[in-house]
């Protein structure tokens, strides 16, 4: 994981998200509301800089390369926020779209949008049954960011032996 260049941007703009909320209409025409999760979610932060160098913007361009895009999860230090303290100094972050660009003679404005990944990390233990060495492989995944469900599928394993496949995810609220 790396961590985010220490270029202070020239503007912050906060999207706060929203509850996980959904509605139903009823037969008397008034809604119904479900509320999914007691968090709120789809934080984005808009990041504007104006007047970089060629080199200041290397480090941007540079970055997204290394993050795979809007694959992986960075930090970013809580110095970028001016004192600001609306999202919590431990989230991680990732790209939600490839940085803008706009070029006016030797300096370059960006636009950097960054999704705010707040909530519980879950952590997953795939274990290979009949492996040798007991391969073990971990990830870190966040849950409801809009992705297809992980699906584990071991039907045509060899040998063909039964399996077991435990998730525990502790520390929800409710």
Not at 32 to 43: E, G, I, M, P, W
């Amino acid at each position: 994981m790396t961590a985010y260049p220490s270029l202070e941007p020239n503007s912050v703009n906060y999207d706060l998200g929203g509850l996980n909320v959904s509605s139903e209409e009823t037969q008397n025409g008034a809604p119904v509301l479900f509320r999914h999760s007691l968090r709120q979610s789809n934080y984005k932060i808009t990041l504007a800089y104006t007047n970089l160098t060629q080199a200041e913007v290397a480090l941007i361009r540079q970055h997204y390369v290394d993050s795979g895009g809007n694959h992986r999860t960075f930090t970013v230090a809580p110095s970028l926020w001016n004192g600001g303290d609306v999202v919590s100094s431990t989230a991680l972050y990732r790209y939600a779209t490839q940085p803008e660009e706009a070029q006016s003679g030797v300096f370059t404005d960006v636009t950097v949008e960054l999704v705010a990944l707040l909530g519980n990390s879950l952590l997953y233990a795939l274990t290979g049954q009949g492996a040798t060495l007991g391969a073990e492989e971990a990830f870190t995944s966040y849950p409801m960011t809009g992705t297809a469900p992980f699906i584990l599928d071991g039907d045509d394993a060899a040998p063909a032996t039964a399996a077991d496949l435990i998730l525990q995810a502790g520390g929800a609220e409710s």
